[in-house]
């Protein structure tokens, strides 16, 4: 389990583009498949994106689906979530996770199946 640590978020209205960060320590961060997820209020947590190692694949949740796009730079050690058009159902705390040579649907899977988790960053978007 490699400790993450998400940052980014914050208040925006409707429409507004935020990017979040999520940084690596330990490891071989190159090895990870990385993945983003968020959770609202009372409801359970979601897949939002993930990209392979090496950035073999991308994979988007259908909500996000061109809005939202993830990046990484492995020389940072960081995973980034582009979000653009952002509406009041993306309020939510955005949680990043890493785990070494996965799919990226095996990725999409730990919202379900459960992983290692940062402590999240809040996004709230006002209409």
């Known amino acids: 389990q490699v400790p993450l640590v998400e940052s980014g978020g914050g208040l925006v209205q409707a429409g507004d583009s935020l990017r979040l960060s999520c940084a690596a320590s330990g490891g071989d961060f190159s090895s990870y498949t990385m993945g983003w997820f968020r959770q609202a209020t009372g409801k359970e947590r979601e897949f939002v994106a993930a990209?392979?190692?090496?950035?073999?694949?991308?994979l988007y949740a259908d909500s996000v689906k061109g809005r939202f796009t993830i990046s990484r730079d492995d020389a940072k050690n960081t995973v980034y979530l582009q979000m653009t058009s952002l509406k009041p159902e993306d309020t939510a705390v955005y949680y990043c996770a890493a785990k070494t040579f996965i799919t990226a649907q095996a990725m999409a899977d730990m919202a379900t199946t459960g992983g290692s988790w940062g402590q999240g960053t809040q996004v709230t978007v006002s209409s």
């Open positions: 990209v392979t190692w090496r950035a073999i694949t991308w």
